[in-house]
């Protein structure tokens, strides 16, 4: 399935692991990147303007596009945090869609599905990505941020937050 059939927030959560057998693991490799220290300038936040559920391989997907560009800086000068944890199991009742599957299929009988994904679901102006980086690597942050917004399935903005007394090299 697509997606976009996984996008709206329709339900109640279904997050129990244990009662869904076959349930995948995240494909989110790392949570954090980096480097954390105390002398970055700036935090960078993604922030959400659509309540949606991200599927956990569109947050992997934005992960790696922010880290790829922010590679150019080394490993040391930022610190990326996925802030957004995908919990929320995915299911899917397939259906056969050839000929003479009319007598294969079972229809609306025991339609519950079967694990498929996993999601994370966000709110209006919940943080999804943060990136702490210094002064001088501003810019390279936030086109960082912009290449892991074009990952995602809503309309996202970038918050950039000054830290109080970065210690000075």
Known sequence: MHGKNYREVKS?????????PGAPNSKVARFTTGKNRSDYA??????????????????EAARVACNKKLALLGE????????????????ENKMI??????????????AFGKPIGLAARVDIGSP????????????????????????????TKIKVIPL????AQ
Do not use: C, W
């Not at 869609?97 to 025991?110: H, I, N, S, V």
């Not at 501003?138 to 809503?154: D, F």
């Open 42 to 59: 700036y935090v960078l936040q993604l922030i959400s303007e659509g309540r949606v559920q991200i599927r956990h391989n569109a947050l």
């Open 97 to 110: 869609a050839t000929a003479g599957a009319d007598r294969l299929q079972e229809g609306m009988r025991k």
């Open 128 to 155: 999804i990505l943060e990136l702490r980086v210094k002064a001088e690597n501003l810019e390279v942050g936030k086109t960082a941020m912009k290449a892991a917004t074009s990952k995602l399935p809503m309309k």
């Open 76 to 91: 040391d000068n930022y610190f990326l945090v996925v802030k957004t944890y995908p919990h929320i199991i995915l299911r």
């Open 164 to 167: 109080e007394n970065p210690i």
């Open 12 to 20: 109640m959560a279904y997050t129990r692991k244990e009662f869904a």
